[in-house]
């Protein structure tokens, strides 16, 4: 039975204005407002009390599981009486003296009939079934059984109020964007397609982990609030640390801490963290996000190509994902191309050969003509003229990027795009690196790092549009780098689009729980 505390709210409710549908949701945010507002009062006036715990026998899952074999109008032993608990989704009137509620949790749902006899309900019936709204969260004590419909139910004993659901229960799935990314909670309680993206998101990285783990990588955690900025070209965000008198950032990259780790004797560690970019949004861009990198001495990149197709050919086993079967195919290597090659195909031009590919004076002036003759814009969102590496990177991403199918190793950058990279050994003016795109998106880069001190401080050196100036960490690095980096190679994936991919999701809001959201104006916020 549902205690005595708990309020007796409905009929107050469909007294309001406005239609009120029979699970309690409300047709406007005007009616929303007076549901609210009755049902709290109501709660009050009748000192309900949150219970702290609801002692459950199975889980609706082991519930479907333990009594599947009841028969059709059978049911368990009466001393068998079970308890269980779940949202309500929905609840069904069948006359006066019956109703059916649905409930679910997890991914299981369960129907639970609610009987008007005195040797089967043992509390109020009418008080307490007339109270029960959708979204309400109930506790149930009753005796298995299988309707004469052939459903899997509990016949209910009592039913215990846990958490009454005082907002309003959306109709349906959410269709609105705004709305679904600022209401996770919402999203989630009534899109069961929207549980599974976060419940693959999950099983992608515990594989990826597993993987790892089982070739002796081990997991580490490196700075997050960092002073200085390393491991990628990109804006961070910026703070200061009142205490130390610190100016800091958060991290774009942990790479140079990790190769640290490497210098200092672990020979594979990886990390699964989040990364932070003071930078535009688009669908693949969030300012946080999700990455792994790893670190493997004594391997190079053409180890990595290897690698990188065993994880993710075995994770698409793992998950029995059509989709990431499709693009990750156990049964053929992933296509590879050549990063300069592509672009000579792309654009109908030969392009400077040799060092002169790297030379910004000779680079310069070529890569500008050719994305003034494509359309290309040139100048970053701050203004300045772009760097010789974000030209080759704009080209490619304009011209190259959008034809990729299937999943492609892109390799072999000019060396000025890849300052952490180590040179080609017979190639001098490109790297030895890869990106994977799957789908035009690029998912993992890798390279085999670049390990002379020197070599690495003029590369540092000859970076342009510097964001900080100073950068304690890219010092601190170098200064590792001479006690002896051994030949490593290193990889990072964005788990991100990694779950976009296998989710087939084209934005990077649906595989982020809370994804970065500019403030609504009062209108949008009237309209969500």
Not at 239 to 247: P, S
Not at 382 to 407: A, N
Not at 490 to 504: E, F, P, S
Not at 506 to 526: C, G, N
């Amino acid at each position: 039975m549902i205690s005595r505390r708990t309020p007796r709210v409905t009929s107050l409710i469909l007294k309001s204005n406005g239609p009120v549908c029979h699970h309690g949701t409300v047709s406007s945010k005007g009616e929303e407002a007076k549901f609210k507002k009755l049902r709290i009062e109501q709660l009050q006036q009748d000192k309900f009390n949150y219970p702290h715990k609801f002692d459950y026998s199975h889980t609706l899952k082991q519930f479907r599981k333990t009594f599947d074999d009841l028969a059709t109008g059978q049911a368990a032993e009466t001393s068998e009486r079970v308890r269980v608990c779940g949202r309500v989704q929905g609840i069904r009137e069948v006359g006066k003296k019956l109703k059916f509620i649905d409930i679910l949790q997890g991914e299981s749902s369960v129907q639970v009939k609610m009987q008007n006899k005195a040797d089967v309900y043992e509390g109020d019936f009418k008080a307490d079934s007339k109270f029960l709204r959708r979204g309400d969260v109930i506790g149930i004590e009753g005796v298995p059984v299988r309707t004469n419909a052939g459903e899997l139910s509990v016949l209910a004993a009592s039913i215990t109020l846990l958490s009454p659901c005082v907002g309003t229960m959306p109709p349906g799935q959410l269709e609105k964007t705004e709305t679904k990314y600022r209401k996770r909670h919402l999203d989630l309680m009534t899109g069961p397609n929207v549980r599974e993206v976060f419940r693959t998101r999950s099983q992608i990285i515990r594989y990826l982990r597993d993987f790892l783990q089982d070739r002796d990588f081990m997991e580490v955690e490196t700075p997050t609030l960092i002073s200085g900025v390393g491991g990628a070209a990109a804006k961070p965000f910026l703070t200061h640390h009142q205490d130390l008198k610190m100016d800091l950032s958060l991290r774009i990259a942990p790479e140079l801490h990790l190769k640290m780790l490497t210098v200092g004797g672990f020979d594979r560690v990886f990390e699964i963290g989040k990364q932070f970019r003071n930078e535009g949004t688009d669908k693949s861009h969030n300012p946080e996000f999700t990455s792994c990198e790893f670190y493997m001495a004594y391997a190079d990149y053409l180890d990595l190509i290897s690698l990188t197709q065993q994880l993710l050919s075995g994770m698409a086993a793992s998950l029995s994902s059509a989709k990431a079967l499709d693009l990750f195919p156990s049964n053929a290597p992933f296509t590879q191309v050549d990063f300069v090659d592509e672009l000579v195909s792309a654009t109908g031009q030969t392009f400077p050969t040799g060092d002169d590919l790297n030379v910004y004076a000779v680079a310069g002036p070529f890569l500008r003509d050719l994305c003034s003759k494509f359309d290309i814009p040139t100048k970053s969102d701050r203004g300045l003229e772009s760097s010789v590496p974000k030209l080759y990177d704009k080209l490619f991403s304009y011209l190259v990027e959008p034809d990729l199918k299937g999943s492609t190793f892109v390799c072999h950058h000019p060396t000025c795009m890849s300052p952490l990279a180590k040179s080609h050994r017979h190639h001098p003016h490109l790297s030895e690196r890869f990106e994977l795109f799957v789908e035009g998106m690029e998912l993992v880069n890798a390279y085999t790092e670049l390990n002379d001190p020197v070599v690495q401080r003029n590369a540092f050196a000859k970076q342009e549009n510097k964001l900080m100036e100073t950068n304690p960490l890219q010092e601190d690095y170098a200064t590792a780098l001479e006690y002896g980096l051994p030949p490593t190679a290193g990889w990072g994936l964005g788990i991100d689009r990694l779950v976009m991919a296998i989710t087939g999701k084209t934005s990077i809001r649906d595989v982020i729980l809370f994804p970065t959201m500019k403030p609504l104006t009062q209108s949008e916020s009237d309209q969500s």
